[in-house]
Every structure is written in structure tokens, then in C-alpha cells.
T-cell receptor, first 116, second 114 residues
């Protein structure tokens, strides 16, 4: 069965330090992978996606993510965290072998707190 | 930019009331989705629609129905609201039949059922 895991409920990092938010997945084929962010009292915003090609994907607000097929991971990274990056981050996956199915499978979210 | 709007940011209803949540997108997207978001449970898909008058059940459709009479509008209906339907409701849309399409979200409606 398709699934997405975000193993950390919360990540704390000091401002200026690098941050990583982890995501692992399980699908039968080559996945389509997405990261979204939710700032307090706001809807979700798209950050980046991996479909094919270069394993390193660059997205909005200086974020990037690396697709690692052997480890079935798609970790979100940023070289230098800002206090304004504090938010809830969601990883999502779609299995392209899932037929006529537009659904995404969502992780439970990771709360990122960047401390001044 | 894609804009997805939801009719209310906050809504308070009483048990047994019929509740309508409206969602409108302005980018001619084919697909529209309704999710609910609860702490510790992430996003759960209630219903989605891939065309006017077409709908498919998501993972938790019980207690809900939907309507899509026009392409830009997707309504979520709680026939008889219950306290366990207190939640944040998020609407989203995506362009078409390309499965790599990004979903764009509205700001959400926080529904409280008393």
C-alpha cells in the first residue's frame, strides 16, 4: 500500500543553522513527491515537487529537497533557517501506477520551530 | 496566480444543523478536493471532483456530501452536523489530468459544531 512517513513530529533548529525535515515513502512505482508548508492560520502552500530528472529539486523560499530512490526518501532542506520558516510542513506522494487516481497520499506533518 | 477562496474562515454551528462550505477557484481547474485537517491526523481526503457533476469518495466521506454544478465551485455539505465534525476544512484545486499537477489550497474554514 502507498504510504508516506514523516518520522519527526517536531523539529527545532536555531536561526542560521541548516534544517532538515524528513520524509520517506512507499509506492509500487517511481513516485511523484511534493512538499507543502502551512504557516499559522493559513492554508497550505506548495513548496516544490519531484517528478523526474535531477534528484535535487529547488523550490520556493530557498528550500530544496533530494530524491533518494535507494533510501525511498525525499528530505526537505534549507542551508540557513529563518525564524519565519517556523511552520507545519507536509510531504505527499502520488504513485503514477495508481491508475486514474488524482489523490495524493499525505504525511502527518512536521512542525518546524526556528529559534532566534 | 491561482486563487482558491472559501466562503468562511470561521463557522460555528449547532448539532443537527445542515452546513454548507463553499469553495471557488478562478483558474479553470478541472479537479477540486475537500480535506479535513485535525491535529495528529494530517490531511484526510473527504471527496474530490474531476469534472462538473462528477465526484468520487475520498478516505472519509461518511457524514458528508458534495456538489459541483459549475466548474469553478465545489461545495461540501454536512447533512446533519455532529460534534465530531469540528475541524479545519481545506479546499484545493489542480489543473487537469496530468497527475503531476500541483494542488492549490484555500485558506481553510475552521468549523466548530456545538
Amino acid at each position: 500500500a502507498q504510504s508516506v512517513a514523516q518520522p519527526e513530529d517536531q523539529v527545532n533548529v536555531a536561526e542560521g543553522n541548516p534544517l532538515t525535515v524528513k520524509c520517506t515513502y512507499s509506492v509500487s512505482g517511481n513516485p511523484y513527491l511534493f512538499w507543502y508548508v502551512q504557516y499559522p492560520n493559513r492554508g497550505l502552500q506548495f513548496l516544490l515537487k519531484y517528478i523526474t530528472g535531477d534528484n535535487l529539486v529547488k523550490g520556493s523560499y530557498g528550500f530544496e529537497a533530494e530524491f533518494n530512490k535507494s533510501q525511498t526518501s525525499f528530505h526537505l532542506k534549507k542551508p540557513s533557517a529563518l525564524v519565519s520558516d517556523s511552520a507545519l510542513y507536509f510531504c505527499a506522494v502520488r504513485d503514477p501506477n495508481a491508475g486514474n487516481n488524482r489523490k495524493l497520499i499525505w504525511g502527518l506533518g512536521t512542525s518546524l520551530a526556528v529559534n532566534p | 496566480d491561482v486563487k482558491v477562496t472559501q466562503s468562511s474562515r470561521y463557522l460555528v454551528k449547532r448539532t443537527g444543523e445542515k452546513v454548507f462550505l463553499e469553495c471557488v477557484q478562478d483558474m479553470d481547474h478541472e479537479n477540486m478536493f475537500w480535506y479535513r485537517q485535525d491535529p495528529g491526523l494530517g490531511l484526510r481526503l473527504i471527496y474530490f471532483s474531476y469534472d462538473v457533476k462528477m465526484k468520487e469518495k475520498g478516505d472519509i466521506p461518511e457524514g458528508y456530501s458534495v456538489s459541483r454544478e459549475k466548474k469553478e465551485r465545489f461545495s461540501l455539505i454536512l447533512e446533519s452536523a455532529s460534534t465530531n465534525q469540528t475541524s479545519m476544512y481545506l479546499c484545493a484545486s489542480s489543473l487537469g489530468q496530468v497527475y503531476t499537477d500541483t494542488q492549490y489550497f484555500g485558506p481553510g474554514t475552521r468549523l466548530t459544531v456545538l
